[in-house]
């Protein structure tokens, strides 16, 4: 028995042999190496999504806690940046003092990155009373004060004199112009 083979059927083979053995070699030596790099890849891949989804949740945790924290001390953040008016001050508290002086503050060191300055006030009020309903209005004033002790309480007839003085503190105006 002949097998014939026909010029059309050899170069058939002979490209298909050719095409296979290219395929071979090449999954061999591109595709399988490859593949292992590509599997590390991946699974480095997943674990930097993971940790970037945790990273996100905790960016929006925070974020969120960070919108109610300044929600509810609006006030007071406020408060750091007004600069301190010994006159709006005086206005705004003159109703619980017979008489309220204020004497020019005097700038100290900065404390904490906080612009610091010392009030010395005078004041003549008709009862304690009065006293402290002032300092429950500088809780809710425009401005970050303390108030330091002593404060000196002296008896002149019906009224009470007294001297005390306050810090006030305040965020000191940034320069940096990049903002």
Known sequence: MKI???????????????????????????LIPEGKSYRIKK????????????????????????????GDNL??????????????????????????????????ENEDGFSVYEVNATSEISSPKSFYN???????????IALNFPINFKREGEMISSSFTMRVYNNPKETNSSK
Do not use: C, P
């Open 134 to 144: 002032f300092l429950e209005a500088v809780n809710k004033s425009d401005w970050i």
């Open 43 to 70: 699974m480095e891949l997943k674990k930097e999504n993971l940790e970037l989804k945790q990273l996100t949740d905790f960016s929006i945790e925070k974020e969120v806690i960070l919108q109610k924290l300044q």
């Open 75 to 108: 006030h007071a953040i406020k408060a750091f940046d007004t600069e301190f008016n010994s006159e709006r001050f005086i206005k705004q508290h003159r109703s619980f003092f017979s008489a309220l002086s204020v004497s020019k503050s005097i700038e100290l």
């Open 4 to 30: 014939n083979f026909t010029r059309q059927n050899t170069y058939l083979l002979g490209v298909s042999l050719f095409l296979l053995i290219f395929v071979v070699v090449f999954s061999f030596s591109v």
